[in-house]
T-cell receptor
Framework: KNEVEQSPQNLTAQEGEFITINCSYSVGISALHWLQQHPGGGIVSLFMLSSGKKKHGRLIATINIQEKHSSLHITASHPRDSAVYICAVGKGSNYKLTFGKGTLLTVNP | NAGVTQTPKFQVLKTGQSMTLQCAQDMNHEYMSWYRQDPGMGLRLIHYSVGAGITDQGEVPNGYNVSRSTTEDFPLRLLSAAPSQTSVYFC?????????????FGPGTRLTVL
């Protein structure tokens, strides 16, 4: 079993829909990252979470440490949100991050 | 600031050739790392550096060498390219090591080994 599991693998939505992408992990962590990768593009950091919830524009990220689970929500989705969303976790003070396989989101107009 | 830059963007090699992928950052970040991204897999760490003169192996280091002579530069060398090294390579940096630091990624290098 991978240390970091994302669901769903693929997600297709209509513009304006509320999107949820999930990330579950199997070990204790000190931080969780959400990243965005547009097709053929580079990778951009969206959030770093160690507890609670963060919001940036239409994006909201939550984490439940006890349940070892995080969600990334996109409100009022737009075609420009189409991208791969990647979850990554870090343990203790270890430099290394462990990455999920990503969720491919397609938002149709 | 240019952020993290990588060259080249694309490269085709023949089996057995060697080459160096360049990575530079202008943010005075201590921590730099190299990842490879393959279809159906998460990013995997090849090598990392916590400062000039200090490097260490990641998850998949075989066939790759790194050095860190300056804070800014972290080149990745393929010693004798193999088809299994066909991948997209990303360089990343952060202010310091540790999982709570924001990671800044370069635009990637798409490498094909024939």
């Amino acid at each position: 079993k991978n240390e970091v599991e994302q669901s769903p693998q693929n997600l297709t939505a209509q513009e304006g829909e509320f999107i949820t992408i999930n990330c579950s992990y199997s070990v204790g962590i000190s931080a969780l990252h959400w990243l965005q990768q547009h097709p053929g593009g580079g990778i951009v950091s969206l959030f770093m979470l160690s507890s609670g919830k963060k919001k940036h524009g239409r994006l909201i990220a939550t984490i439940n440490i006890q349940e070892k689970h995080s969600s990334l929500h996109i409100t009022a989705s737009h075609p420009r949100d189409s991208a791969v969303y990647i979850c990554a976790v870090g343990k203790g003070s270890n430099y290394k991050l462990t990455f999920g396989k990503g969720t491919l989101l397609t938002v149709n107009p | 600031n240019a952020g993290v830059t990588q060259t080249p963007k694309f490269q085709v090699l023949k089996t057995g050739q060697s080459m160096t992928l360049q990575c530079a950052q202008d943010m005075n970040h201590e921590y730099m790392s190299w990842y490879r991204q393959d279809p159906g897999m998460g990013l995997r760490l090849i090598h990392y550096s916590v400062g000039a003169g200090i490097t260490d192996q990641g998850e998949v280091p075989n066939g790759y060498n790194v050095s860190r002579s300056t804070t800014e530069d972290f080149p990745l060398r393929l010693l004798s390219a193999a088809p299994s090294q066909t991948s997209v390579y990303f360089c990343a940096s952060s202010l310091s090591g540790g999982p709570r630091n924001e990671q800044f990624f370069g635009p990637g290098t798409r490498l094909t080994v024939l």
